[in-house]
């Protein structure tokens, strides 16, 4: 971990309480095949509310995988997803009331190129919660405020930096006031300087008590926001610590190996 | 400078400088894209050379030597003389019968007013800047086929009745022209949407009928419709030949449509799916706001392809012995009060000119929308 990076990222965990009773998200011996290949294998999890967890892990470990059986972007075989108290199963209701809860950023932005920055915003709340026009607008430009781009609420995404369009993503996300987000990868696809203004926006976001669950490499933020690094290979969860913990002192030798590779 | 240890270095920012003369104007224009280099310029002087060849030759047949109304012999014997161009009065003496076919010469005002309806009801739908597309498509799609439908057909409201066998002309390769269009985009995307779907029997219904109508040429479906279609009904029961045909032509382009879509959703990233999924719309909300609107706007050129396909493809239904323009024109190319060496030729000349008018339109108009809904912004 270079000072630099420390220096970069400023988050008050303070403001960041884990609830000792209420269960975001828990997942039982849960098992996933694509096919033939085993790529999740005896998955255990449970996220309190207000958690944020960082997971790590080479590619191809099942990171994002994982966090997408949480909101049903992938289907798991075996085993127990219960999110915000609703169990994951074949029920299409069920589906989407999870989805209605769970927030997803996903590593190319994903917004929809056909519709502008507000249209983006204000689209699901509209359709799925059924949010009269002018309060979805409202609550959009209040998102877009907090992620610090109100000014381009009327452009296409395809005007807007890679940077701009992540914030606009996590604003997209955040106007169906989800109790969970899911982060899979969100500055991978980003220049350097862009990836600081959006982890500001995650940083943000982690104070305000929101639980989270990132796929990132972005270790900085990992120490500084998480309270829990789970390391993932192979499809298993081979250690999980607190942050400090976990950087400094890792058990597992594949840990060992793996942060040694990314910090220098 | 007094310092020449280093390399020039300006001393004061330089004014901006008006271009030279040869590359600005028509001069500038004509290097840069004419004659930029060698190839170029032959190709330039070939070009010339054609068009000086081709271009008054046909300038010409169809207006110099043509006979107009205004011409000063404007009778058959002009058109028979062995040096006259096009015989633009026979087309215009025939006019009626291309535009109202059999359509009884009284009731033309029932057709006029359709065709104002028409285009009254299409312009607030093509027009983008327009509000109410609500309403506008309502009228377009719900209350102009109605009243079309009863002012051509009569029989109602004090008009005498107009059979099917009576339409032709123009009038009858716009009704199949438009109502094959309309109704072969939404079934169109039904089909795509469906031959994409994890439900096996829908997917599998939607292949068998798209397979089974594209690999079948129109004139067979055509040739069906009329032939073998009653043999399924109950007996007594008629089922107008006009229909049949509209049926047929709209199923059959269907079919082509679907693949055309389907086209359109497969170039989607799967982005866009899974990012819909993720905020919560169902399956048709998914489908109506973000995937349908981006995937056929990607494949506007190929609907478009279809429109005009199906367009002149209206013309075979002259095989099931429906009247369309095409057909009207081809019954008049013979008639002996107009027997003149270039009948033909212009009576096809016309009959050319106005699919090309119709089907250039709908290109350009959709070049225009494609501008438009571009937003995009690749660089």
Not at chain 2, 290 to 319: E, R, Y
Not at chain 2, 322 to 344: C, G, H, I, M, R
Request: hydrophobic residues 45%.
């Amino acid at each position: 971990m270079s000072e630099q990076d420390k220096k970069d990222i400023k988050a008050d965990r303070s403001k960041m309480s884990v609830s000792d009773t209420d269960v975001a998200v828990e997942i039982n011996g849960m098992n996933k095949w694509y096919g033939d290949f085993h790529v999740l294998k005896d998955v255990n999890l449970k996220v309190m509310k207000g958690e944020r967890i960082v997971i790590a892990g080479p590619s191809g470990s099942g990171k994002s995988t994982l966090i997408r059986c949480i909101n049903r972007l992938e289907e798991h075989q075996q085993g127990q997803i219960i999110v915000d108290g609703i169990e994951l199963t074949n029920d299409l209701k069920r589906i989407d009331e999870v989805r209605r809860e769970v927030g997803m950023v996903f590593q190319h932005f994903n917004l929809f190129p056909h519709l502008t920055i507000l249209e983006n915003c204000t689209l699901a709340p509209m359709w799925v919660r059924g949010i009269p026009k002018a309060e979805a607008e409202a609550t959009a430009m209040e998102y877009l405020e907090k992620v610090k781009i109100p000014e381009q609420a009327d452009k296409f995404p395809g005007q807007l930096s890679g940077g701009q369009q992540q914030r606009v993503a996590i604003a997209r996300s955040l106007c169906m006031n989800p109790n969970i987000m899911l982060f899979d990868e969100p500055t991978s696809a980003l220049d350097p300087e862009m990836i600081k203004e959006v982890l500001e926006v995650m940083v943000n976001l982690a104070e305000t008590g929101m639980t989270m669950l990132c796929v990132t490499h972005e270790m900085g933020f990992a120490r500084q926001v998480a309270n829990r690094v789970i390391f993932m290979d192979q499809g298993q969860i081979i250690e999980q610590n607190e942050p400090d913990a976990f950087f400094d002192n890792p058990q597992h030798e594949r840990t060992k190996l793996f942060l040694s590779q990314i910090l220098h | 400078m007094t310092d020449n240890s280093v390399a020039f270095v300006r001393g004061e920012m330089a004014d901006a400088q008006p271009a030279p003369s040869t590359s600005k104007g028509v001069v500038g224009w004509m290097r840069f894209n004419l004659f930029s280099d060698i190839p170029n310029s032959i190709m330039t002087v070939i070009g010339a050379i054609f068009l000086l060849w081709f271009i008054p030759p046909i300038f010409n047949f169809l207006v110099t030597d043509a006979v107009f109304p205004w011409s000063v012999v404007n009778t058959v014997e002009a058109c028979r003389d062995h040096a006259a161009g096009a015989c633009w009065i026979y087309v215009l003496d025939r006019m009626d019968f291309f535009i109202y076919g059999f359509y009884p010469s009284e009731e033309y005002w029932r057709v006029n007013i359709c065709f104002a309806l028409g285009a009254l009801t299409i312009l607030p739908l093509l027009w983008p800047d327009l509000p109410h597309k609500g309403l506008s498509a309502i009228g377009f799609f719900v209350v102009m086929p109605i009243i079309t439908f009863f002012l051509l057909n009569g029989g109602n409201f004090g008009l005498a009745e107009v059979p099917t066998e009576k339409w032709g002309g123009l009038t009858i390769t716009l009704i199949i022209a438009t109502v094959g269009i309309v109704a072969s985009l939404p079934i169109g995307v039904v089909l795509a949407l469906g031959r994409r779907s994890k439900m096996p029997f829908v997917k599998y219904v939607c292949i068998a009928f798209i397979e089974l109508w594209r690999a079948v040429p129109l004139i067979t479906v055509l040739f069906m419709a009329s032939i073998m279609l009653p043999l399924f009904l109950p007996e007594g029961t008629t089922i107008d030949k006009l229909l049949r045909a509209l049926v047929g032509v709209s199923l059959f382009s269907a079919a082509y449509m679907a693949e055309v879509v389907r086209g359109g959703l497969q170039a989607l990233p799967k982005g866009q799916y899974e990012a819909a999924d993720a905020l919560g719309l169902n399956y048709f909300k998914a489908m109506y706001l973000i995937i349908l609107p981006q995937a056929l706007k990607h494949v506007i050129p190929g609907i478009v392809n279809s429109f005009i396909s199906l367009f002149k493809d209206t013309s075979l239904v002259s095989i099931v012995g429906l009247f369309d323009l095409l057909n009207t024109v081809q019954a008049t190319t013979a008639v002996v009060e107009w027997k003149s060496p270039n009948q033909a030729i212009t009576g096809y000349l016309f009959a050319a000119a106005v699919f090309w008018i119709f089907c250039f339109g709908m290109s350009r108009y959709s070049m225009y929308m494609e501008r438009r809904l571009d937003t995009g912004h690749k660089e």
